[in-house]
């Protein structure tokens, strides 16, 4: 056996003569055990929270969406959709329209995106499953509907329920010339529900059937992107080179993180700084280690005389209670992430702690938690840095410990 690590396990079990130097070793386990579980507790629920967003944007979001490089509409070549439906790994892919309109209900008018969609579009991306009042439906016999976002639906005060008043939509006709009053095309639907995902898409879209978009805006053949969607699991970037080759380079294949580059890197630089933020906290919770050895040493001052007589040098006796203060923060860390993940369980299995209150309308009723090794693997990692350099500063200047002490 490593002969520093066995004098250190024996100091760290053995009673030591003053009571006071066990406190403070068990306040530095308490505090180290505190800081690694706040730790876990809080990126946990972090990650929760991320692939909550990151699962309602995917449920808008295709797996890629394939737009012009240069241009706002383009014409779809049949064979080069067909050739991308049958690689391995594509569920489908859909021809979308999207433009600005005008929606007009009784005296509300509200600007909104028009996504004009397959009438299978729903199942297809699941936002079917995001519907809170009435239901995902674009066309039946009776005629054309849409699905109106939240906060569309808000804006408009639009009723699912009123047959005799449709909502007017309008956009600017492509035939106005230069000049002259711009004149606008005219379409009206019903609404047969509301969706609600994320209030950046609640107050803009209203999904139409594709067909009612290609009138209202005059695009006979044109779309403005396609959507493809894949099988879980599957080789997103693979799949992309794929696609892109495809397609050539006068077009732009998007995968669901480039489509939202921008939220995805804001949630990281979030968490990383909300990890440095408590790393702060746990750096100031190791400081008991360095009172704690301080302590030791100064109890074990006899040994140390005793080792030195037998030939130990001041390597070996630095190592012995460099090796005391990591198996302290160790004993802490180990506690502290057992801890954290049974807090973290307890949450996931019973949802202890409520997001708001019982008739709150967000989409989950408690906080979410998400548990990575990886995160448990950085904690440890953290704890056992900061603690290094904690124990160093004692250990360090063992000598001059024991020498003042021998002059006193």
Partial sequence: MNFPFYIARRYLFSKKSHNIINIISAISVAGVAIGAMALIIVL?????????????FNTFNPDLRITVAAGKTFIPDSLTEQRIRELPGVISLSEVIEENALMKYKEKQYIVT????????????????????????????????????????Y??????????????????SREASPGMLQSFRQEVI??????????????????????????LFDYPREVTSLEVRTTPG??????????QSLMGKNFVVKDRFRQQEMIY???????????LILSFILLIATVNVIGSLSMLILDKSKDIAVLRSMGAGERTVRRIFLTEGLMISSAGALAGMILGAIVCWIQLRFGVIKLGSADSTFVIDAYPVAMQAIDFVLV???????????????????????TSLRME
């Fill in 265 to 275: 890197k804001i949630m990281k630089s979030e968490k990383w700084a909300i990890y």
């Fill in 114 to 153: 028009l996504k004009g969609v397959p009438d299978d579009y729903g199942r297809k991306s699941r936002l079917d499953t995001m519907v809170t009042e009435g239901r995902f439906l674009l066309r039946s016999p009776a005629g054309e509907f849409t699905v109106l976002g939240y906060g569309v639906g």
């Fill in 380 to 402: 440890f990692v953290t704890v056992m840095v900061i603690s290094f350099f904690a124990a160093w500063y004692p250990v360090r200047n063992i000598r001059k410990m024991d």
């Fill in 155 to 172: 804006y408009l005060d639009a009723r699912l329920n009123d047959y005799m008043t449709p909502i007017s939509v309008y956009a600017p």
């Fill in 234 to 243: 599957a080789d997103t970037k693979v799949i992309t080179k794929q696609v």
């Fill in 44 to 56: 946990s629920v972090f990650n929760g929270f991320q692939d909550l967003v990151v699962s309602l």
């Fill in 190 to 215: 019903f609404p047969s529900g509301f969706f609600s995902i994320q209030q950046d898409y609640d107050v803009k879209y209203a999904l139409v059937p594709i067909g009612f978009t290609r009138r």
